[in-house]
Structures are given as C-alpha cells and as structure tokens.
C-alpha cells in the first residue's frame, strides 16, 4: 500500500512555537515532528510573537501580523487557507481552536483533525450542541488529549459515540537509564491557587523545617496571582525552557502535581514521573490519565500534602518503588502515539488488486443495480469465479437487473428460457432466489435435463429475521429443486423439504476479494463492527433498530471507556461499502461478526468472509459453533457482551497475539472455505460426484 500526503499543522494565533515559552500545543507539534515519518509532508503554520530559536524551522510557515489591521483568529486562519492551494495541502490538524476548523470545513476542500487540549465548552464554535454536532458531523477526526476532555464534549449529547472522535494523549520520550536522584521536591507550572500552589507553599515551608537535608524547587510564575513563601532551602525560578525543566525532573525525588481545577490532562505530572519521580496528584480531570499512580490525595490541603511527602521522605524504600515504577512503566511513549497520528492523517492510499466442462447458468444478482457496491460481499460472484477456476463454463444472468427494464410479470422466466435454449446448461443455479415458476423448472427439467440447485444466504432458524418468510420461499416446488445450499446448518432448520436435499454451505472467500492481509497494518482501533438495514438500500432506515443495536449498547456500557470501538449503522455513522469498508475494517485490532436475529449452528453474514478472509481477528457468538472449524489461535469465541469485552481488553494490548490469530484465522479460513473449494463442492453435492476436495462441514 503506497500512501501520498500534504498535511498542515495549524497553531493558535498566540501560541509561541520557540524553545522560549513554548506550551502545551508546541511541545506536542514539537514532540510529534520528532518522531512522524512524514516528516517532510507536513506544513506547519504558527504566528510569530517572540523571538527564536524556533522548535522547527524545517516546513514552518509564519503567518506576519499586519501592523495597519487588528490582526484576529479570522485574519489568521483566512490567510493560512489562502496558502494551502499553492502549497497543494490536502488536510490539516487544527489544535485548540475549533472557530479555524469550522472556517476550514466553509471554506476549503480539504479535510480537518481537529485536537482538543482543553475543555471544548469553554472555547468558541464548541460551546454549544448545535456547534458540536457540526463538528462531530463535518471533521475527519475529533482528537481529545483525555477521556475526561472527551466526556466533557459529550455531555449535553444524546449519542455516546462517534467513530471519528479519538483520544490521543499528550507524549513524552522514554529515558533508557534511570537517572541519580536528589533530595529534591518540585512544583512547576503557573504559581495560582488553580494549580494548587497556596496548598503547596504551605506545605513545602513545613517539610523543609522538618527535613533540613530535603530541598524543594519551584519553576513558573504568576502575574496576576502573588504568593510569598520563603525558606532556605527553597528556591523559586521563572519559566524554563522545555528540555531544561525536563533535567530538573531527571534530579528531583518527589514532584507534587496538585490543581484545584480540572486539568484537562496535566503535562507535568506526565513528565515528572517519566523522569522517575515519585508523583503526588490531587483528583482532578484528566490527571488521574497521565500515569498509573497510588499517590493521590484524599483532600487537597496542606495536612494531606504533608502526610503524604514525609511518607515518601520517612519510607525510602516506598519512595525508591514509587520513582521507579512511574519510569518504568510510561504510558504515553511519543514514538507509540506518533504512530497513531501518523495513520490518522487523511492521505490517498493506493491498493493492490488482482483478477477461466460443465455448462453452468447462474441465475442471481451480480451488482449491476447498484453498480457493484456490494461487490466484495456477493456470494453470487463468488461462486461463478470459483467455477470458472474450477474449469467449468458460467454464464451469470442477472434477474434483477433484467426485471427493472421489463413490465411483464412472466418476463424473467421466458427470458431463462431462452438462455436455456441457445446455451443448454448441466445446471441451473438459481442464486439466493426461487423465482422461476413452476412451468418453467418443468421444461427446463424435461426439455434440457438440467439439474436445478438452490444457495440461499439469509438465516432459516426460529429467531432469524423473517426466518418464516424464508422458509416459505425456499418450499416452493421443493419436488423440482434437486439440491438446497443453506448458510444455515439444516439440524437448525424446521422445513417440509427433504433433509436428504438440504446442505450447509459456508460463506466463502475469493483470493482476489479478500486479498488483503490487515494483520500487518497498523490499528488505531479496538473493536469494529457494522450493521446495515440491508444492503441493497445501503442506508440507515429512520425508526429501524434490531438486537444488534442492544449488543452494541451493552458493549459500550460493559467497556466502560477502556475499549476503543468503531462502529457502523449506529449513532448516526452511515454504513460503508467496498474499499470504504475494507478502510474501516483495517483500523481496528478486532472485528465483531454479529448477525440478525438469535445465533443459529453454523450461521453466519456475509461479512464474515470479509473480516476472516482479509485477516482481521473475528470475535462471534460461541452459540454459532464455529469453534467446530476454528481454534482459539484462529478466532475469538465469546459467551455474551461481558465476555467478549473481558476478551478484548485482555488481548487488545497484545499485537503479537492479535497478529498471529488473524494471520491464522485468515490461512485456515481460506484453506477450508476457499470460493474454489465451495463452488466445487455445490457440483460434487448436485452430481453425485467423487468428492475433489475436503469438505469439512459436510
């Protein structure tokens, strides 16, 4: 798979992109420039408002401030967009600022990430429900640095997931050694009571009277906040630069990170205990997302701080636990979560693709109606390249299609007919229908000795979708079809037709179909599943919903957050076809195959050859005894949605594992249920033939 990509990076009009005073947004840029391997595809747009050195010259675009014009965010952004033709940009990532986003999405064609660093409704154009449904409806992604942030966007929302909305923390760099330490105690960010730092004072002055040998340092400032705390051994320095703040981590033994306000995710205690501090927090937003920490106030006040820091000093082996436990087990890597971004950039992707004596006439749908969008699910399809290969003679006949342009109930039937006549066909297959009447299966019977078979997809158990329906259908002159191919197992079946004639034919796969392989790619998702309200409307049906819709609620709700889902057919996201599927299909470590109605043996969607066959993990119903052809090393069997989520989140951090189950799953699934081998056993089963192959569901 070749990518192509032009991606701008556009910074808040005030946000200083230098190693002096650079903040939250250019420390993530800065981080993330680092570690992309675009590198060279990415435009970055920031304005100048201090001097250099700049984190990044390479690509940087200064937007100039008009000194003869009140220079605001619509100047800004307008001039940015202006630049994008010429620099031939084809998507952006907006941090912050959402009024840009709505201006780029008004304004141009191209495609817009936007990132959230802080609470969306206290910034302008996502304050509201109506401005966040057209964020949610018109950017290609929503990227929030916490689930708290996310939570928050969510609120005043009726719906409780979107597929493009991602949570992406902010990211730090691993040291390989752990570093000496000193008795030191740190506090760094803005010195206001927002980020705790009366509490700290406090309690600092009290420590460094206790513990004469203990320092404390304290790096930021406050101008519109004073606070006055004085000890010999405390010392107070003003801004630092990002990599100097980082060293003085690196020496500190305890850092306290303890806002009074909602941290939308808290950088500091990120860094500080990637450095190996030992990190004392308070219960705030995101900050509890940072890093896996046990050093969390009850009570965010002086007498807790205290007890909490002369534990540490007193307890030297806890201490050395705590710092080293936070080092060795960062959970924001940059180079992790730079990966991530980079497949979240929208770019042009080129795939790769591929494409001969029973006489066979197979009467089905093949796409021609809907101009083939369903084409990598057509079972009809799949079975006449799969006798083709086989070295049998097809001609397909689309019914379908015909019926649209005729006005004559009867017109089909003359129309086969006359196929039958120039072309006398061994057999007749008649593809997921049974509508030819019965003068016509009598002539053809009499007349041209022709066998007629019968393959038919949706589920025939008690509790499918319409399984009643079904079953009348395929009754229908039951004594003229000489064999039935049902993706139902018949011991599940209750029908009048003759068990003896009935056969289970699994979905099968094309090796030029599903010819992907998305185990090798990388996944920015946990879970991926789609529902439809069928697929020749393609499109959500207002008022419509099935159990599947249940499921997926009690997914949500059993996940608990700690599940990244993709879902399709719910919450507003349309459904997705073809490559546009295939595309959502390959972001996602595991895929769901749940069908309609209550599981039934053996029963399964025509998804099912799409997930396996194109080597995504495939979790199913262990109701629908598919364990009875696949392994544990080869599928993802679950009991109901509490077991499945227990399964995800066990595996889902494992990418070696996943890799080699979907790698497995797909090679078993081709070996067995392969179009070649399904088309031969449909001749084999209709003609009394020798068998060619192994069915091993028969």
Same mark, same amino acid.
């Given at each position: 798979m070749?990518e192509?990509?032009?991606h701008a990076?556009?910074l808040? #009009?005030?946000e200083?992109?230098?190693f002096k005073?650079?903040g939250a947004?250019?420390?993530w840029?800065? $981080?993330?420039l680092q570690?992309?391997?675009?590198?060279?595809n990415?435009?970055?747009?920031?304005?100048?408002?201090?001097s250099?050195?700049?984190l990044s010259?390479?690509n940087?675009? #200064?937007?100039k401030q %008009?000194?003869n014009k009140l220079?605001s965010?619509?100047?800004?952004i307008k001039?940015i967009?202006e630049?994008?033709?010429r620099?031939?940009?084809?998507s952006s +990532?907006?941090?912050?600022r959402?009024?840009?986003?709505?201006?780029?999405?008004? =304004?141009?064609?191209?495609?817009?990430?936007l990132?959230?660093?802080?609470?969306?409704?206290?910034?302008?154009d996502?304050?509201?429900?109506?401005k966040?449904?057209?964020l949610?409806?018109?950017c290609?992604?929503?990227? @929030?640095?916490?689930?708290?942030l996310?939570?928050?966007?969510f609120?005043?929302?009726?719906?409780k997931h979107?597929?493009n909305? /991602?949570?992406i923390?902010?990211?730090i760099?691993?040291l390989?050694k752990?570093?000496?330490k000193?008795?030191?105690i740190i @506090?760094?960010?803005k010195?206001?009571?927002?980020?705790?730092?009366?509490?700290?004072?406090?309690s600092?002055?009290k420590?460094?009277e206790?513990?004469?040998?203990?320092?404390?340092l304290?790096?930021?400032?406050?101008p519109?906040?004073?606070?006055y705390?004085?000890h010999?051994?405390?010392?107070?320095?003003?801004?630092?630069?990002?990599n100097k703040?980082?060293?003085f981590?690196?020496?500190?033994?305890?850092?306290?990170v303890?806002?009074?306000?909602?941290?939308p995710?808290?950088?500091?205690?990120m860094e500080s205990a990637?450095?190996?501090?030992?990190?004392?927090?308070?219960v705030?937003g995101?900050?509890?997302?940072?890093f896996?920490n046990?050093?969390?106030?009850?009570?965010n006040?002086?007498n807790?701080?205290?007890?909490k820091?002369?534990?540490?000093?007193?307890? $030297?082996?806890?201490?050395?636990?705590?710092q080293?436990q936070n080092f060795?087990n960062?959970?924001?890597?940059?180079k992790?979560?730079s990966?991530? #971004?980079d497949?979240l950039i929208?770019?042009?992707?080129v795939?790769k693709?591929?494409d001969?004596?029973?006489r066979?006439?197979?009467?089905?749908t093949?796409?021609e109606?809907l101009?083939?969008?369903?084409f990598?699910l057509?079972?009809? %399809?799949?079975?006449?390249k !799969?006798?083709i290969?086989?070295?049998?003679?097809?001609?397909?006949?689309?019914?379908?299609?015909?019926?649209k342009?005729?006005?004559?109930?009867?017109s089909?039937?003359?129309?086969v007919i006359?196929?039958i006549k120039?072309?006398?066909p061994?057999l007749?297959?008649?593809g997921?229908?049974?509508?030819?009447?019965?003068k016509? #299966?009598?002539?053809?019977?009499?007349?041209?000795n022709s066998?007629v078979i019968?393959?038919y /997809?949706?589920?025939?158990?008690?509790?499918?979708?319409?399984?009643?329906?079904?079953?009348k259908?395929? /009754?229908?002159?039951r004594?003229?079809?000489?064999?039935y191919?049902?993706?139902?197992?018949?011991?599940?079946i209750?029908t009048?037709?003759d068990?003896k004639?009935l056969n289970?034919?699994?979905v099968?796969v094309?090796? =030029?179909?599903?010819s992907?392989?998305?185990y090798?790619?990388?996944?920015?998702?946990?879970?991926? @599943?789609?529902?439809?309200?069928g697929?020749?409307f393609g499109?959500?049906?207002?008022?419509?919903?099935d159990d599947?819709?249940?499921?997926? +609620?009690?997914l949500?709700?059993?996940?608990?957050?700690l599940?990244?889902f993709n879902i399709l057919?719910?919450?507003?996201?349309e459904?997705k076809?073809?490559?546009?599927l295939n595309? +959502?299909?390959?972001?996602?470590?595991?895929a769901?195959n749940?069908?309609?109605g209550l599981?039934?043996?053996?029963y399964?969607?025509?998804r099912?050859?799409?997930l396996?066959g194109? !080597?995504?993990?495939?979790?199913?119903?262990e109701?629908?005894q598919?364990?009875?052809f696949?392994?544990?090393?080869?599928?993802?069997?679950?009991?109901n949605?509490k077991d499945?989520i227990?399964?995800?989140?066990?595996?889902k951090? =494992?990418?070696?594992l996943?890799?080699k189950?979907s790698?497995?799953?797909?090679?078993k699934y081709?070996?067995?249920?392969?179009?070649?081998?399904?088309?031969q056993?449909?001749?084999?089963?209709t003609f009394?033939f020798?068998?060619?192959?192994k069915y091993?569901w028969s």
């Open positions: 070749s192509s990509l032009s990076i556009i808040p #009009l005030k200083n992109f230098s005073g650079s947004v250019s420390i840029v800065n $981080s993330y570690n992309t391997r675009f590198r060279n990415i435009h970055i747009f920031c304005s100048k408002i201090s250099g050195p700049y010259l390479k940087l675009n #200064l937007i %008009n000194k220079f965010n619509y100047s800004y001039n967009s630049q994008f033709v620099k031939k940009i084809y +990532e907006v941090h912050n959402p009024e840009y986003a709505k201006y780029l999405i008004k =304004n141009t064609n191209i495609k817009v990430n990132i959230f660093h802080n609470d969306p409704n206290n910034l302008r996502s304050n509201t429900i109506e966040k449904k057209f949610l409806e018109n290609n992604k929503i990227i @929030f640095v916490s689930q708290y996310k939570k928050r966007f609120k005043d929302l009726n719906i979107k597929n909305v /991602e949570i923390g902010n990211a760099n691993k390989k752990f570093p000496d000193k008795k030191i @506090f760094s960010g010195l206001n009571k927002s980020k705790g730092y009366h509490v700290f004072g406090k600092i002055v420590i460094l206790k513990n004469s040998d203990w320092k404390a304290v790096i930021g400032n406050e519109r906040e004073k606070h705390f004085k010999k051994n405390l010392k107070i320095l003003n801004w630092l630069e990002h703040l980082l060293k981590f690196e020496k500190s033994s305890i850092s306290v303890n806002p009074t306000w909602q941290e995710f808290g950088r500091t205690a990637s450095r190996g501090c030992a990190v004392i927090t308070s705030s995101g900050l509890q997302e940072t896996d046990n050093l969390i106030l009850k009570k006040n002086s807790y701080l205290i007890k820091i002369q534990f540490l000093i007193d307890n $030297s082996k806890k201490l050395i636990f705590y080293k060795n960062v959970i924001h890597d940059i992790n979560k990966k991530i #971004l497949d929208p770019r042009f992707r795939n693709s591929k001969q004596n029973l066979v006439l197979h009467i089905s093949f796409g109606r101009n083939h969008r369903i990598n057509s079972i009809s %399809n799949k079975i006449s !799969g006798l290969r086989n070295n049998y003679d097809v001609i397909n006949f689309d019914y379908r299609d015909y019926s342009k005729k006005i004559f109930l009867n089909i039937d003359d129309k006359s196929i120039n072309y006398r061994h007749v297959i008649c997921h229908n049974n509508t030819l009447n019965r016509t #299966l009598i002539e053809i019977k009499k007349n041209y066998k019968i393959w /997809e949706d589920a025939l158990a008690p509790g499918g979708p319409d399984y009643k329906n079904s079953i259908l395929l /009754e229908k002159n004594d003229l079809i000489d064999k191919f049902v993706t139902t197992h018949p011991s599940a209750k009048t037709i068990k004639k289970f034919m699994p099968p094309d090796i =030029n179909i599903e992907e392989k998305f090798n790619l990388k996944k920015t998702k946990d879970l991926f @599943f789609a529902l439809s309200h697929v020749n499109k959500l049906k207002k008022g419509v919903s599947r819709s249940k499921f997926i +609620e009690q949500i709700k059993e996940a608990d957050g599940v990244n057919g719910l919450y507003k996201e459904p076809w073809n490559f546009d595309n +959502e299909i390959m972001k996602s470590k595991i769901l749940l069908s309609r599981p039934a043996k053996y399964s969607s025509n099912i050859a799409t396996m194109n !080597g995504c993990l495939t979790a199913i119903d109701k629908v598919y364990d009875h696949f392994n544990k090393n080869e599928i993802l069997v679950y009991k949605p499945l227990k399964k995800i989140i066990k595996i951090d =494992n990418p070696k996943i890799k189950i790698k497995n799953g797909r090679k081709f070996r067995i249920f392969s179009n070649v081998i399904i088309s056993f449909l001749i084999d089963k009394g020798k068998n060619k192959y091993i």
